[in-house]
């Protein structure tokens, strides 16, 4: 496709169960960023990646929370015993190298509601 | 990455031109300046950057102050499918993996 695709677009989960969320960045390109979005809020980043490795995991909010990316392209969140305050939307964006003046194509995030 | 303050809300009418301040006193020689907008129920989308001189494409113009402390995305003629938040935000070379977005500006276009 020629934009980043996250799926799925909506998941409702029941508190302490886990799940995945998976991006697909735009073709080509080595960086990937995960974001948070609660409602009404700004976005809250989570981690990104250079490739397959993940040098900034600094935003992740807690050990319930990891991700990984193979083959340089598709990535995959977990988020392992759900918990309400998880409910947010979860955005994936992708760019062609990692710099400065780089600019961030977002996919439209997946929407995590934690019963 | 340095912070940036952006008015809460705006409001225009439509196809008149719409101003968006940002202020970033704390920023360094080497930060870009990036705006980005999200439209309702979408992920953010790319407007523009900009590093010390004015810039313009096709979806808007960027203007930087000579010192560098405040920058203001320009919309040259609002219109409805212009409603969204805008993020004003820095990018610095040691914090080039990520971009810290605040709350932004809810620019409301008025018919």
């Known amino acids: 496709g020629a934009g980043v695709s996250q799926s799925p677009s909506n998941k409702v989960t029941e508190k302490g169960k886990d799940v995945e969320l998976r991006c697909d960045p735009i073709?080509?390109?080595?960086?990937l960023y995960w974001y948070r979005q609660s409602l009404g809020q700004g976005l809250e980043f989570l981690i990104y990646?250079?490739?397959?490795?993940?040098?900034?995991k600094s935003g992740l909010p807690s050990d319930r929370f990891s991700a990984e990316r193979t083959g340089g392209s598709v990535s995959t969140l977990t988020i392992q015993r759900t918990q309400q305050e998880d409910s947010a939307v979860y955005l994936c964006?992708?760019?062609?190298?990692?710099?400065?003046?780089?600019?961030?194509?977002f996919g439209s995030g997946t929407q995590l509601s934690v019963l | 990455d340095a912070k940036t303050t952006q008015p809460n809300s705006m409001e225009s009418n439509e196809e008149e031109p719409v101003h968006l301040p940002c202020n970033h006193s704390t920023i360094s020689g080497t930060d870009y300046i990036h705006w980005y907008r999200q439209l309702p129920s979408q992920g953010p989308e790319y407007v523009i950057h900009?590093?010390?001189s004015n810039v313009n494409n096709r979806m808007a113009s960027l203007a930087i102050a000579e010192d560098r402390k405040s920058s203001t995305l320009i919309l040259h003629r609002a219109t409805l499918r212009d409603a969204a938040v805008y993020y004003c935000i820095l990018r610095d070379p040691t914090g080039a993996n990520n971009l810290f977005f605040g709350t932004g500006t809810r620019l409301t276009v008025i018919p």
């Open positions: 964006a992708s760019s062609l190298v990692r710099a400065t003046n780089e600019k961030l194509f």
């Open positions: 900009g590093l010390t």
């Open positions: 990646f250079q490739g397959n490795s993940a040098p900034d």
């Open positions: 073709s080509g390109h080595t960086a």
